[in-house]
């Protein structure tokens, strides 16, 4: 079964980094690209980037360049998402999501369970 | 403020026809870049429900269908049941974000 399996719940304080993760489980987890998406409390989905695990080749939303990067480690088929300084507005659910298609085509296809990061001093 | 516009809310009695419209603009859904569509249920994670503006995955009921026509396109649900209320997001690829995926706001479908 292919399946998302993202790291358990944080709670930080502002200022403080963090990296969430997300491991592939039963596909070719080079073959296809793997991004991350933001869900504020009660709000909408943000897509925030991807990377292309087969050789590291990374796209994002204009809104989070700078912002997080976003990684991964193929020997280990996991995708991570890293913040050097947190805030407290970056609190919210964190998706992984595998992506399917090409340039001006993706979709998401799988998703895991989600991230919830919480940021409070 | 989303790039690609939905209804907050609809609603309809079980049995019944609804659509959620999904506007956009030149530089994404009329620039000809496919639209998809997602379930998500509440306090679960999205679940993809029409790719490619028309296609349904596989384990999709046919009750769900979608077209795409200039800068908009829609979602329909037919025989609306229960485990229908969900909310419900279009995403598309926009030009002038270069080619980020863009989703829509998300419309909040109510069963009455």
């Known amino acids: 079964e292919v399946q998302l399996v993202q790291s358990g719940a944080e709670v930080k304080k502002p200022g403080e980094s963090l990296k969430i993760s997300c491991k592939g489980f039963?596909?070719?987890?080079?073959?296809?690209?793997i991004g991350w998406v933001r869900q504020m409390p009660g709000k909408g989905l943000e897509w925030m980037g991807i990377?292309?695990?087969?050789?590291?080749?990374?796209k994002y939303s204009p809104s989070f360049q700078g912002q997080v990067t976003i990684s991964a480690d193929k020997s280990v088929s996991t995708a991570f998402l890293q913040w050097s300084s947190l805030m407290a507005s970056d609190s919210g659910v964190y998706y992984c999501?595998?992506?399917?298609?090409?340039?001006?085509?993706?979709?998401?296809?799988?998703w895991g369970k989600g991230t919830t990061v919480t940021v409070s001093s | 403020q989303s790039v690609l516009t939905q209804p907050p809310s609809v609603s309809g009695a079980p049995g019944q026809r609804v659509t959620i419209s999904c506007t956009g603009t030149?530089?994404?859904?009329?620039?000809?870049?496919?639209v998809h569509w997602y379930q998500q249920l509440p306090g679960t994670a999205p679940k993809l429900l029409i790719y490619?503006?028309?296609n349904r995955p596989s384990g999709v009921p046919d009750r769900f269908s979608a077209s795409k026509s200039g800068t908009s396109a829609s979602l329909a649900i037919t025989g609306l049941q229960a485990e229908d209320e969900a909310d419900y997001y279009c995403?598309?690829?926009?030009?002038?974000?270069?080619?980020?995926?863009?989703f829509g706001g998300g419309t909040k479908l109510t069963v009455l």
């Open positions: 999501a595998r992506h399917r298609g090409i340039e001006y085509y993706y979709y998401t296809d799988v």
């Open positions: 039963g596909y070719s987890f080079t073959d296809y690209w």
């Open positions: 990377i292309y695990p087969g050789d590291s080749n990374t």
């Open positions: 030149s530089s994404n859904i009329g620039a000809g870049y496919a």
């Open positions: 490619g503006s028309t």
């Open positions: 995403q598309s690829c926009d030009s002038t974000l270069g080619g980020s995926v863009v």
